[in-house]
């Protein structure tokens, strides 16, 4: 069996991460789960927060928002680790990745207020609309 596993990181707009791990920690809703090469298949919610990896090196740090694990195990292969996220950071320094991923999170989040506002906006124009054709119908 291999000593490392591929771990990779996704977001809608880049791969943040595709590197090899010795382990892994992630907070999933049951609880913080270790995951090793070799860990059985399983796919499961991630709760915002850090992931910590191993590698050869260091350990490192991923800062999520929310997401999906999925681990894979192939037959003569190293186990792989995918993760989905909307917004994550990478690095070696704990503070700077939290740091960058709250960063990451309010711009999300004035993305999406700034979407809530349009579809309002849209709403209320077809919603008038609507009304402005029943009346034209009765009259």
Known sequence: ????????????????????AKSLRVLLPDGWWGILPGHAPMISYI?????????EDATRYV????????????YHESTRVNILT????????????????????????????EAN????QIRLSLEKSLHEAQITEMG
């Open 47 to 55: 709760d915002s927060g850090i992931v910590h990896y191993q590698t």
């Open 117 to 120: 506002r349009e579809f309002n």
């Open 86 to 113: 909307a917004a994550a950071e990478e690095g070696e320094d704990l503070a700077a990745v939290k740091s960058a991923l709250e960063q990451q999170a309010e711009k999300l989040l004035e993305l999406a207020k």
């Open 63 to 74: 800062a999520l928002y929310q997401g999906t694990v999925e681990v894979q195990r192939r």
């Open 1 to 20: 069996m291999n000593k490392t596993m591929q771990l990779i990181v996704l977001t809608p707009d880049k791969k943040v991460l595709d590197t090899g």
